[in-house]
């Protein structure tokens, strides 16, 4: 097995459109991955490295940073820059999630959850994996730098490092791993903020801690509905040292009803309207009030509940904040 040479067609500039630019490297990127693995064919392969960046939550992070970017703009959206923050951002945020696979991967084969996934089940190797990781997170941040400004590609380089290289191992040591883990997932909401021009002050601050606090609620609940699972993977989370779920629920409904008020300041801050302000209040009051009944009697069926609604409460959020500025 043989890394063979890379040669780019060209040499790549800082001059040459972003985009054309990291089409041409995933081109060549894809070619000499596929090399690392032997038997299999292409388009295996292919879906393997897909599998790897955990696509479903690289378009969370895509969508956020959207999100971010349109609340930021001021004197309307400049779609050429959204569409170079968005590629930046979806290969910043691949590469994070292809490296977490690469660190875990030892985790991922001992639960049954995880057990398929491309590096356990043998479909690709490490050393491919993280090569991939490496080449797409560089070229992110690196997109990031030279097609829309440095603060951005610093807020992403900030978010690989510190889920990869903090977040990733503390989840083997100590149960405040989701705590650190909700910092760099809140991050991507400031960088498209500030990839749009808008200033680092209250608002942006806001987003973040929305962000921040309703993945709390969110991966608590997925934990409890898991434990036996994580708790064979070797990981140290709530759920597993909590055996009647008491400390788990109370947790959820702590950061649910501490989300509600934060979520409103938007409106407060002159970022959103009044639209905003009743649908964030509603979503708000569901999410508590599933959280209430989570902290009451800890089950499955009550942390599906409060794992269904978090996933529910962040697009229709995000939804109504693009919409309430549109219209108003």
């Known amino acids: 097995m043989s890394l063979r040479p890379v040669a780019f067609p060209r040499a790549v500039t800082a001059r040459e459109r972003p985009a054309a630019a990291a089409s041409r490297l995933a081109?060549?990127?894809?070619?000499?991955?596929?090399?690392?693995?032997?038997?299999?064919?292409?388009?295996?392969?292919?879906?393997?490295?897909?599998?790897?960046?955990?696509?479903?939550?690289?378009?969370?992070?895509?969508?956020?940073?959207?999100a971010g970017f349109y609340l930021g703009s001021r004197d309307g959206v400049d779609v050429g820059l959204l569409v170079r923050t968005l590629i930046g951002v979806a290969l910043v945020a691949a590469g994070t999630n292809a490296f977490n696979q690469v660190r875990e991967r030892d985790v991922d084969a001992r639960?049954?959850?995880?057990?398929?996934?491309?590096?356990?089940?043998?479909?690709?190797t490490p050393r491919a994996?993280?090569?991939?990781?490496?080449?797409?997170?560089?070229?992110?941040?690196?997109?990031?730098?030279?097609?829309?400004?440095?603060?951005?590609?610093?807020?992403?380089?900030?978010?690989l490092a510190s889920y990869v290289l903090l977040y990733t191992p503390l989840k083997r040591k100590t149960t405040l791993n989701t705590l650190i883990g909700a910092v760099p997932g809140a991050l991507?909401?400031?960088?498209?903020?500030?990839a749009a021009g808008g200033a680092i002050g209250p608002a942006v601050a806001t987003l973040f801690w929305i962000l921040f606090l309703w993945q709390l609620p969110h991966f608590l609940a997925l934990a409890w509905i898991y434990r036996e699972d994580y708790e064979r993977g070797g990981l140290a989370m709530l759920s597993v040292s909590d055996p009647d779920g008491r400390h788990t629920g109370h947790m959820v409904l702590l950061c649910a009803l501490a989300l509600l008020p934060v979520a409103l300041l938007p409106t407060l801050l002159g970022v959103t309207g009044v639209l905003y302000f009743v649908g964030a209040l509603a979503l708000g009051l569901a999410y508590a009030a599933v959280s209430v009944a989570m902290a009451r009697a800890a089950t499955s069926t009550g942390a599906w509940r409060v794992f269904l609604v978090s996933i529910v409460y962040l697009p229709a959020l995000l939804t109504l904040m693009v919409v309430d500025k549109a219209v108003f």
């Open 188 to 194: 991507p909401i400031v960088g498209g903020w500030t």
């Open 111 to 124: 639960m049954r959850r995880t057990a398929r996934r491309p590096l356990p089940s043998g479909r690709i």
């Open 27 to 66: 081109r060549v990127l894809l070619t000499q991955c596929a090399d690392l693995h032997l038997g299999g064919d292409v388009g295996a392969h292919l879906v393997a490295f897909l599998e790897v960046t955990k696509p479903r939550i690289t378009q969370l992070v895509v969508l956020t940073a959207a």
């Open 129 to 159: 994996a993280a090569f991939f990781a490496g080449v797409i997170s560089v070229a992110g941040v690196l997109s990031l730098a030279l097609a829309v400004n440095r603060l951005t590609a610093g807020l992403a380089a900030v978010t």
